[in-house]
């Protein structure tokens, strides 16, 4: 009951014991101190009932998050993969661009984001994308395809480390932007937090170019 109902209320008590009390019959001369017990007794009705404090509401319960489908999550985490193999080749085009990554090494990081992107390639078959996230995978498909054409040309001596670097700047834009995209869909329908999944994502990519470490050679 708030403030203002109870002062309502309160007024209208008063309201009705004072038209009460008004509708008492003259007294005689005779008895002239009837009407004066009369409106002794009647003053304690009109004082205010005790009106008891507002309940304090209760917190709405919280929302329950919905079991994020298989669709859904397999979709999500093969988009994953995608940005993190095109992370994978730019790291190795920038490392082998500096001097970093030469011989051996260089070519032993292709083999290993090639066999990544045939993981990635034999899984597609398997994946069904729920409806609200079609566009997103349909655009990492598109990421996909020309990170594994970039590696083939690299591989072939078809282009240089710098033009793998630039053309595949805009891809890495691109797949982030969908997975983005990706956290917000899957968070608004599953109840979770896209924040939280979001800085899941970065600490998996911060992770990265400790892969490209150089292997310490034991001492002696």
């Known amino acids: 009951m708030n403030r203002r109902l109870a002062i309502s209320l309160c007024l209208l008590t008063v309201a009705l014991f004072s038209c009460s009390s008004g509708d008492t019959a003259p007294a005689s001369e005779q008895e002239p101190q009837v009407p004066i017990v009369e409106a002794k007794e009647s003053t304690s009705p009109i004082e205010p009932p005790t009106v008891p404090p ?6 709405p319960p919280p929302s329950v998050a919905v079991e994020i489908t298989d669709e859904a999550k397999q979709t999500y985490l093969a988009m994953l993969l ?6 994978f080749l730019m790291e190795a085009a920038e490392r082998t661009k500096s001097g970093d990554l030469e011989g051996f090494e260089q070519f032993g990081s292709l083999i290993v984001i090639a066999a990544l992107i045939k993981g990635v390639d034999e899984s597609l078959p398997e994946i069904s994308p729920p409806p609200n996230l079609n566009t997103q995978w349909a655009d990492a498909l598109s990421v996909h395809e020309q990170a594994k054409s970039l590696l083939a040309r690299w591989f072939n001596d078809e282009m240089n480390s710098s033009d793998v670097t630039s053309e595949l700047g805009p891809l890495l834009m691109a797949i982030d932007a969908s997975l983005l995209q990706a956290e917000e869909i899957i968070a608004a329908e599953y109840g979770l937090d896209p924040e939280e999944l979001s800085s899941e994502r970065d600490r998996i990519l911060e992770s990265l170019p400790e892969v490209f470490m150089p292997t310490p050679t034991p001492s002696q």
């Open 54 to 59: 507002e309940p304090t509401p209760e917190p």
């Open 82 to 87: 995608i940005q993190i193999d095109a992370e």
